[in-house]
C-alpha cells in the first residue's frame, strides 16, 4: 500500500461485527480459566496479555501500524521518545559497554547518553553527524554495541548520511538505531537506507495535536544477532529471568529485539504508553501523510522568505539550495524534510528574546512539530544542560531560534514572523 493508506489501514483490519476504530482497553489485567493458561504466557510460550505494564491490545495495534509504516517487523510504544531512546540503547548496552552517536542530537537524548547513562557504566562516543568512515571507524571499540543518529536533527538540523553511518556499523558487526522523528516515515523510512532499528517520539508529529507524549521503537528485522552472538548476549545467550530462553534463537531476527525489550525491560522499568495516549497517536497517525506535507510545504516557504529577510542573520533548513545539508536531502528527502527550521536574528541573543516576545500567532513552547506554529529558544530551553563546547558540537548557537511551522496558511505565519521582526 502506498504511504497515505498505510496511514488510515495499517496495522488493523477489524473482522465482521468489530470494530472501526481500533477500541481502547483501558484495562490493567486480563482474567484466566486456569493458572496454566497464564503460566504460558509468562513463560512467553504463548501469545496474549495479562498486564498492561508489559503489554496491551491497544498500543500493539498503534505500534502495528508504525512497524508497517516504517517497512519493520515488529515494534513497541513507549511512555516518551525519551524512554525509546534510552530502551533501544539498553537493550544492546550494559555495564562496561560502550557506543557511538552523532553528536547533533536532541539536548535531552545528549543529556541521557553522556550523563545518565554514563553514571550506570555505559559510555557513549560523540562524532560529528558529517564524520567520514575513516573518523566514524575510529571511534569504534571491541565493546561498541551500536551506533546512534538522528535523520534529521533536532534542533541543529543536520541530515544524517544514512547508507554511511549503517555501512560502518554493519562493517563492525553492530546495528545502526536511527531516530526518524522529524521526517516520520512520510519523508524518509531509514530502514531502506541501511538501518535496523527505528524510534520515534510519537509525541511529535505522530501525534501533532499536543494531546499526548509518547515514543515507539521499530525493529527492521534484518540485524542478524546470531551472526554476532559475541557482542550481544543479552539476546543470543539464555535469560534466566525468562528460564533460559534465548531471543534470537525462538523469535529470530524478526522478533528478538522487541520481545526482549518488551520481556526484560518494560516489564522491570514499566515506561508504558498509556492506551488513551495510544488512541491519540492513532488518530494523528490517520492524518499524518497529509499534514507532513503541509508543514514541509509551510517550513519551505517560510525559509525562503526568512533567508531573504534583512533582519535575519542566518536561515538552516535542508530545503534551502546552498544549504550545507541540502544535498543529503535531496539524496534521503527529495519529497519535504519537515516544518522545522533553525535561524538567527541580526543582534544575537537579546534580538532573539525580543524577536520571540513579540510572536501572536506562534507561541514560546517546550514543544515541536506540533499542527500548529510555535516557538523556542534552545539554549535557554531543551539545550540549557550543555556548556559552549557542547553546544557547537551539537550544532547549537546562542542565537538560534528553532521555529516549527504548524498546518496554518503559510502566509499568516510569515506574517506573523514579520511583525516580530519589525520590533527588533
Not at 10 to 31: A, D, F, L
Not at 142 to 167: H, M, Q, S, W, Y
Not at 226 to 238: E, Q, V
Request: hydrophobic share 40%; net charge negative.
Amino acid at each position: 500500500m502506498n504511504i497515505e493508506t498505510t496511514c488510515v489501514q495499517g496495522g488493523y483490519q477489524p473482522g465482521n461485527g468489530e470494530p472501526r476504530q481500533i477500541p481502547i482497553y483501558q484495562s490493567t489485567t486480563w482474567r484466566y480459566a486456569t493458572s496454566q493458561d497464564m503460566g504460558k504466557l509468562f513463560d512467553l510460550e504463548a501469545e496474549g496479555y495479562f498486564y498492561t505494564r508489559l503489554q496491551n491490545p491497544t498500543n500493539d495495534l498503534v505500534a502495528a501500524r508504525i512497524a508497517e509504516l516504517e517497512g519493520g517487523t515488529a515494534a513497541m510504544l513507549t511512555s516518551s521518545g525519551q524512554a525509546a531512546s534510552f530502551f533501544s540503547i539498553f537493550n544492546l548496552c550494559s555495564a562496561g559497554d560502550h557506543f557511538v552517536s552523532s553528536s547533533a542530537i536532541y539536548g535531552g537524548t545528549y543529556n541521557l547518553f553522556h550523563h545518565t547513562m554514563g553514571r550506570m557504566g555505559i559510555e557513549c562516543t560523540f562524532v560529528s553527524p558529517h564524520a567520514t568512515e575513516e573518523e566514524l571507524a575510529a571511534a569504534f571499540r571491541p565493546n561498541t554495541k551500536c551506533l546512534f543518529g538522528e535523520t534529521i536533527a533536532n534542533p541543529a538540523l543536520t541530515v544524517l548520511d544514512i547508507e554511511r553511518f549503517a555501512k560502518v556499523a554493519h562493517e563492525h558487526g553492530v546495528p545502526l538505531i536511527v531516530d526518524n522523528t522529524f521526517p516520520t516515515p512520510v519523508n524518509c523510512r531509514p530502514i531502506e537506507w541501511g538501518a535496523d532499528i527505528v524510534i520515534h517520539s510519537t509525541t511529535k508529529y505522530m501525534d501533532g495535536h499536543a494531546s499526548g507524549v509518547g515514543g515507539a521503537i521499530v525493529d527492521s528485522g534484518k540485524f542478524d544477532w546470531m551472526a554476532h552472538a559475541d557482542k550481544f548476549p543479552g539476546l543470543c545467550t539464555p535469560d534466566e529471568s525468562y528460564h533460559g530462553i534465548v531471543y534470537a534463537e525462538r523469535f529470530g531476527k524478526e522478533g528478538a529485539f522487541i520481545t526482549k525489550a518488551t520481556a526484560q525491560l518494560m516489564r522491570d522499568f514499566g515506561s508504558i504508553q498509556s492506551p488513551q495516549n495510544a488512541y491519540y497517536v492513532n488518530l494523528g497517525l490517520e492524518s499524518l501523510a497529509l499534514r507532513v506535507r503541509q508543514h514541509s510545504a509551510n517550513a519551505q516557504a517560510v525559509a525562503e522568505h526568512l533567508a531573504a529577510h534583512p533582519k535575519v542573520a542566518w536561515v538552516r533548513y535542508c530545503g534551502l539550495p546552498g544549504d550545507e545539508n541540502y544535498e543529503l536531502a535531496q539524496k534521503y528527502l527529495p519529497n519535504g524534510s519537515c516544518g522545522v527550521i533553525s535561524f538567527g536574528v541580526e543582534g544575537g541573543r537579546a534580538a532573539a528574546e525580543t524577536f520571540m516576545a513579540a510572536l501572536k500567532l506562534a507561541s514560546i513552547e517546550t514543544h515541536v512539530a506540533d499542527s500548529r506554529t510555535c516557538v523556542l529558544h534552545p539554549a535557554n530551553a531543551t539545550h540549557r544542560q550543555m556548556n559552549d563546547e557542547e553546544l557547537v558540537a551539537a550544532g547549537i548557537g546562542p542565537d538560534l531560534i528553532r521555529l516549527s511551522c504548524g498546518i496554518e496558511a503559510a502566509e499568516d505565519i510569515i506574517a506573523d514572523l514579520d511583525q516580530a521582526l519589525a520590533t527588533v
